[in-house]
């Protein structure tokens, strides 16, 4: 067992910044309590093993095996209904360790007689910036996909955050409050029930992934999936843009399909700034995976969706409160294939705060090889 991987420092593999640039980590099967992955071996000649890192956060890990010079391994004794994050570092023989690998994940299924109450849920949108005192609120939805009823399903706030936390049922046709705050609701198998979240930070929050507890009395949380189920929160003492920013793919589906390993591919974004005035800065990202993509943006013409100008890295904009500018994003593959496994690879669309750099808002896509 070790503490989050991040406090861990890799250094000293020669080529070690590449190290992982031809090597994918796959969850190949997962069955009940155990997930079996596999990778690649490196080419490093220095390298004389591998240490398996897991846990139920992306990205921060908070158990780790050491399994020789061996390139598959059965992880036992996980929970079942519980989604599990995997990565993989290369060793030397003095025990130093590369970079990690790309991420994977697996859902535990849940087996046998107790089938019954599987969550799944999301959050929209993904990202929200407040001045302190001010409340917010996002919409979830939880869908039972189990076999049997859910009982007093309710949300919980799972981040150690300065705020207050509240939830209601709404109805999904008009997004109108339905039942009574903070109260579990029932789920029959198959259904879905929209909720409306609020919170109201009390002091200054970083740009934080918020996470919440999706559960019912009779199951497990829902599993935890950064960009989809979880609120990128940040609060400021000071009056702050705040993005509101939804995707559109040309599948309709949420992903996008690079067309070969050195396509390219391209999803758009229409945004609304309901917060104040102010310069922000867009970018695009991977989170905290290596998937083998580069990566432009441009403002696009929202009558047209052409670009205002060529697609860069990064494009500052000056949004007046109220504003809805509109913006295109390319993916381009660089040569080595991208696995579907829209929990870790992904394309987040980010808007910075061009005066100290938060996050005011924030999107992303899932991102595969066709």
Same mark, same amino acid.
């Given at each position: 067992?070790?503490?989050?991987?991040? &406090?861990?420092?890799?250094?000293?593999?020669?080529?070690?910044?590449?190290?992982?640039?031809?090597?994918?980590?796959?969850?190949?099967?997962?069955?009940?309590?155990?997930?079996?992955?596999?990778?690649?071996?490196?080419?490093?000649?220095?390298?004389? %093993?591998?240490?398996?890192?897991?846990?139920?956060?992306?990205?921060?890990?908070?158990?780790?095996?050491?399994?020789?010079?061996?390139?598959?391994?059965?992880?036992? /004794?996980?929970?079942?209904?519980?989604?599990? $994050?995997?990565?993989?570092?290369?060793?030397?023989?003095?025990?130093?360790?590369?970079?990690?690998?790309?991420?994977?994940?697996?859902?535990?299924?849940?087996?046998?007689?107790?089938?019954?109450?599987?969550?799944?849920?999301?959050?929209?949108?993904?990202?929200?910036?407040?001045?302190?005192?001010?409340?917010?609120?996002?919409?979830?939805?939880?869908?039972?996909? %189990?076999?049997?009823?859910?009982?007093?399903?309710?949300?919980?706030?799972?981040?150690?955050?300065?705020?207050?936390?509240?939830?209601?049922?709404?109805?999904?046709?008009?997004?109108?409050?339905? %039942?009574?705050?903070?109260?579990?609701?029932?789920?029959?198998?198959?259904?879905?029930?929209?909720?409306?979240?609020?919170?109201?930070?009390?002091?200054?929050?970083?740009?934080?992934?918020?996470?919440?507890?999706?559960?019912?009395?009779?199951?497990?949380?829902?599993? =935890?999936?950064?960009?989809?189920?979880?609120?990128?929160?940040?609060?400021?003492?000071?009056?702050?843009? *705040?993005?509101?920013?939804?995707?559109?793919?040309?599948?309709? *589906?949420?992903?996008?399909?690079?067309?070969?390993?050195?396509?390219?591919?391209?999803?758009?974004?229409?945004?609304? /700034?309901?917060?104040?005035?102010?310069?922000?800065?867009?970018? &695009?990202?991977? %989170?905290?995976?290596?998937?083998? =993509?580069?990566?432009?943006?441009?403002?696009?013409?929202?009558?047209?969706?052409?670009?205002?100008?060529?697609?860069?890295?990064?494009?500052?904009?000056? =949004?007046?409160?109220?504003?809805?500018?509109?913006?295109?994003? $390319?993916?381009?593959?660089?040569? &080595?294939? =991208?696995?579907? /496994?829209?929990?870790?690879?992904?394309?987040?669309?980010?808007?910075?705060?061009?005066?100290?750099?938060?996050?005011?808002?924030?999107?992303?896509?899932?991102?595969?090889?066709?």
């Amino acid at each position: 067992m070790i503490a989050a991987i991040s &406090a861990r420092r890799r250094t000293g593999l020669r080529n070690s910044s590449v190290l992982f640039g031809f090597l994918m980590l796959l969850a190949i099967r997962a069955v009940a309590s155990q997930a079996s992955l596999a990778w690649d071996p490196s080419p490093d000649p220095s390298v004389t %093993g591998y240490v398996l890192y897991y846990g139920e956060a992306s990205r921060s890990y908070t158990s780790s095996v050491d399994v020789g010079s061996q390139t598959s391994y059965t992880v036992p /004794n996980l929970l079942e209904g519980h989604n599990y $994050f995997f990565a993989v570092a290369a060793r030397n023989s003095t025990g130093t360790e590369s970079a990690l690998s790309n991420e994977a994940s697996a859902f535990m299924a849940v087996s046998g007689p107790v089938l019954g109450t599987v969550l799944t849920s999301a959050t929209l949108p993904s990202s929200r910036a407040v001045q302190v005192g001010s409340p917010l609120t996002v919409f979830a939805t939880v869908i039972n996909a %189990g076999s049997s009823v859910g009982t007093g399903c309710s949300i919980g706030l799972n981040s150690s955050i300065p705020a207050t936390f509240g939830y209601q049922t709404t109805n999904p046709s008009t997004n109108a409050l339905s %039942g009574t705050p903070n109260t579990p609701v029932d789920l029959v198998p198959g259904a879905s029930q929209s909720f409306v979240l609020s919170l109201t930070p009390s002091a200054p929050i970083d740009a934080t992934d918020v996470q919440f507890t999706f559960s019912c009395a009779n199951s497990s949380p829902a599993g =935890v999936l950064t960009g989809i189920n979880t609120l990128l929160l940040s609060a400021s003492t000071t009056p702050t843009p *705040d993005v509101i920013a939804l995707t559109a793919t040309t599948s309709a *589906d949420g992903i996008v399909t690079i067309p070969g390993t050195s396509g390219t591919g391209t999803f758009a974004v229409a945004s609304a /700034n309901v917060g104040s005035a102010g310069a922000v800065t867009v970018t &695009a990202d991977t %989170g905290g995976t290596a998937v083998p =993509v580069a990566l432009s943006v441009c403002q696009t013409n929202p009558s047209n969706g052409g670009c205002l100008q060529p697609a860069a890295s990064s494009v500052p904009v000056a =949004v007046a409160a109220g504003a809805t500018p509109t913006f295109a994003v $390319f993916i381009g593959g660089t040569g &080595a294939a =991208v696995p579907f /496994n829209p929990a870790s690879n992904r394309v987040f669309l980010r808007f910075r705060n061009s005066a100290n750099g938060a996050v005011v808002g924030a999107t992303s896509v899932a991102v595969k090889t066709q």
